[in-house]
């Protein structure tokens, strides 16, 4: 069992900068590849990114490449999404997932715990 615990999210403005956190309690932290997903309004939950067990591996949605950097803390159970040069259309709920694999995958179907979510809101 896995608990997950999503922090960071807020109102800012376009190009603005953010870190999200993610604490994670269980034992097979370690082990599960990590990812960010979010929820825009009125869309489907999509991929951000997401980093493997180790760390040694990560992939980017197209659409955040350059601008978007997940980490991980294996000390501290922890997962960051840092965000740079926010967008409005970035603006969405922001939720971390432990993955059933280690590896670095982005399709939502090897994720089986998810946080409840934060809430980044970028205005123009």
């Known amino acids: 069992q896995v608990q997950l615990v999503e922090s960071g999210g807020g109102l800012v403005q376009a190009g603005d900068s953010l870190r999200l956190s993610c604490a994670a309690s269980?034992?097979?932290?370690?082990?599960?590849?990590m990812g960010w997903f979010r929820r825009a309004p009125g869309r489907a939950r999509e991929f951000v990114a997401v980093?493997?067990?180790?760390?040694?591996?990560?992939y980017y949605a197209d659409s955040v490449k350059g601008r978007f950097t997940i980490s991980r803390d294996n000390a501290k159970n922890t997962v960051y999404l840092q965000i740079s040069s926010l967008k409005p259309e970035d603006t969405a709920v922001y939720y971390c997932?432990?993955?059933?694999?280690?590896?670095?995958?982005?399709?939502?179907?090897?994720?089986?715990?998810w946080g409840q979510g934060t809430q980044v809101t970028v205005s123009s």
């Open positions: 997932a432990a993955a059933v694999v280690a590896r670095a995958s982005p399709a939502i179907r090897d994720y089986n715990y």
């Open positions: 269980g034992r097979t932290f370690s082990r599960s590849a």
């Open positions: 980093i493997s067990w180790n760390g040694v591996s990560t």
